[in-house]
């Protein structure tokens, strides 16, 4: 199965900063079939990123997805209060589907 | 409004079973394959089964199948999850969820991102 490892763990910024998101894959990742979500205790998770770039229904343009084979990032451009919370990429070119182990975004 | 929500989690001592509920709303419940992923405390999330639109193709990780059934009732808009043989490493938050319209899917298997989740419903095996 492909291994995402996502980096840093943690990531303490102030609102307004970038956050810059890193999932590296063990294996090629099959079309870019890679997806972000977002994930706040007692929330439903919310889908970003899917297709590696491009943002889903209702995501704010300050969110951006990249990257293809191995190598993707979430990139948040200025990062607003209700940014902060754990974020997690997904594979599902390949199976079984899997994801990353997270970042924590927390303010700084 | 599109809407999960799961219910059904509790506590259930190991080899105990459990079935877990996920009414939809909001979406053509009877055109989209949907799945259960789980959250370990303290851990990442892990996909755990995925059953197709007209419910007949199913597919489980390996961690859970021959323990595991999902189901669906498109007449009730639900979605389920039949655990059974429950071991503590089951433990966790598990969610249901949609797949992206742009899914596809071969003999290995459904591949799409999820767009639609619920809050969750906590599953705790333990003496």
């Known amino acids: 199965e492909i291994v995402l490892t996502q980096s840093p763990g943690t990531l303490s910024l102030s609102p307004g900063e970038r956050a810059t998101l890193s999932c590296r894959a063990s294996e090629s990742v099959t079309s870019g079939s890679l997806a972000w979500y977002q994930l706040k205790p007692g929330q439903a998770p919310r889908l970003l990123i899917y297709g590696a770039s491009t943002r889903a229904t209702g995501i704010a343009d300050r969110f951006s997805g990249s990257g293809s084979g191995t190598d993707f990032t979430l990139t948040i451009t200025r990062l607003e209060a209700e940014d902060f919370a754990v974020y997690y990429c997904h594979q599902y070119g390949s199976s079984p589907q899997t994801f990353g182990q997270g970042t924590r975004v927390e303010i700084k | 409004e599109v809407q999960l929500l799961e219910s059904g989690g509790g506590l259930v001592q190991p080899g105990g079973s459990l079935r877990l509920s996920c009414p939809a709303s909001?979406?053509?419940?009877?055109?989209?394959?949907m799945s259960w992923v789980r959250q370990a405390p303290g851990k990442g999330l892990e996909w755990v089964s995925t059953?197709?639109?007209?419910?007949?193709?199913?597919y489980y990780a390996d961690s859970v199948k021959g323990r595991f059934t999902i189901s669906r009732d498109s007449s009730k808009k639900t979605l389920y999850l039949r655990m059974n043989s429950l071991r503590a490493e089951d433990t966790a938050l598990y969610y249901c969820?949609?797949?992206?319209?742009?899914?596809?899917?071969?003999?290995?298997?459904?591949?799409?991102?999820?767009?639609?989740w619920g809050q969750g419903t906590l599953v705790t095996v333990s003496s």
């Open positions: 969820a949609k797949l992206h319209h742009t899914y596809s899917y071969d003999s290995n298997g459904y591949y799409g991102a999820f767009d639609v």
């Open positions: 059953i197709g639109a007209n419910g007949v193709i199913t």
């Open positions: 909001g979406f053509s419940f009877s055109s989209y394959a």
